[in-house]
C-alpha cells in the first residue's frame, strides 16, 4: 500500500519567495495533519483536518502560513512570504480516526531551506 | 510539554534485545502509550501502542505497568537499522487532537 506522499523532498528558495508544499494522505484515511520539525523545537503540530475541513489551526506560526485541503486526496501547506526562520522539514500524516487507537502514518517530509 | 520521560540516550549490542524505559506518570485512564521511531531524514514511523495489556506486533512488544505509570519498548533482536530516535508518546484524547513530541531516546545499535 502507498503511504503518505510528500513533495517536493527538498526546497531551497530565497527569502520572500512563497513556497508550496504538498501532500497526498493514505487512502481511505479521515484525518490529515500538518508537522513542522527543528532542533530548537522539535516536532510541532501546525494544523489538522478531519473529511477536508480544517479543525484546529492553533499551532500555525502567524498569517504567512495557510494550509488547505481541497479534497480527501491532496493538501497544501503555503508559506507566503517566506522567511529564513521557515526553514525546516514539514511532515504531513494520516489517520482513519481520532479516537485513541489509531496511529498517524507520516510522510517522509519536506525539507525547506530559506536563504 | 510533554507528558513523558525518556532516557536522553542509549546503546544496544546488535543481535540483543533492546529495552527502552518511559514514564508517564501522569497518565489518565482512557490515554494510550504510543511508541513512534524516527530514522535519519525520514518521517516517524508508527510501532506499536496500547491501553494497559501488553501488546506485541511484528516489530516490538510493549510492556504497561499494572499502574500504568511507565512502560517499556522491547526490541526482541536488535539489528543496525534499528538506529533512531525512539519517541513515547501519551494520546491526549478530546476536541483539542494532538500528540505531544518529547526529545525521545536516541538508540545506538552497535555491531
Known amino acids: 500500500d502507498a503511504g503518505v506522499i510528500q513533495s517536493p523532498r527538498h526546497e531551497v528558495t530565497e527569502m520572500g519567495q512563497e513556497v508550496t508544499l504538498r501532500c497526498k494522505p493514505i487512502s481511505g484515511h479521515d484525518y490529515l495533519f500538518w508537522y513542522r520539525q527543528t532542533m530548537m523545537r522539535g516536532l510541532e503540530l501546525l494544523i489538522y483536518?478531519?473529511?477536508?475541513?480544517?479543525?484546529?489551526d492553533s499551532g500555525m506560526p502567524e498569517d504567512r502560513f495557510s494550509a488547505k485541503m481541497p479534497n480527501a486526496s491532496f493538501s497544501t501547506l503555503k508559506i507566503q512570504p517566506s522567511e529564513p526562520r521557515d526553514s525546516a522539514v514539514y511532515f504531513c500524516?494520516?489517520?482513519?480516526?481520532?479516537?485513541?487507537?489509531?496511529?498517524?502514518?507520516f510522510g517522509d517530509g519536506t525539507r525547506l531551506s530559506i536563504l | 510539554d510533554a507528558k513523558t520521560t525518556q532516557p536522553t540516550s542509549m546503546d544496544c549490542a546488535e543481535g540483543r534485545a533492546a529495552n527502552l524505559p518511559c514514564n508517564h506518570s501522569t497518565i489518565s485512564g482512557n490515554e494510550y502509550v504510543y511508541w513512534y521511531r524516527q530514522i535519519h531524514s525520514q518521517g516517524p514511523q508508527y510501532i506499536i501502542h496500547g491501553l494497559k495489556n501488553n501488546e506485541t506486533n511484528e516489530m516490538a512488544s510493549l510492556i504497561i505497568t499494572e499502574d500504568r505509570k511507565s512502560s517499556t519498548l522491547i526490541l526482541p533482536h536488535a539489528t543496525l537499522r534499528d538506529t533512531a530516535v525512539y519517541y513515547c508518546i501519551v494520546r491526549v484524547l478530546g476536541s483539542n487532537y494532538q500528540l505531544i513530541w518529547g526529545a525521545g531516546t536516541k538508540l545506538i545499535i552497535k555491531p
Open positions: 483536518f478531519n473529511n477536508n475541513v480544517p479543525i484546529d
Open positions: 500524516a494520516s489517520s482513519q480516526s481520532s479516537s485513541g487507537n489509531q496511529p498517524q502514518h
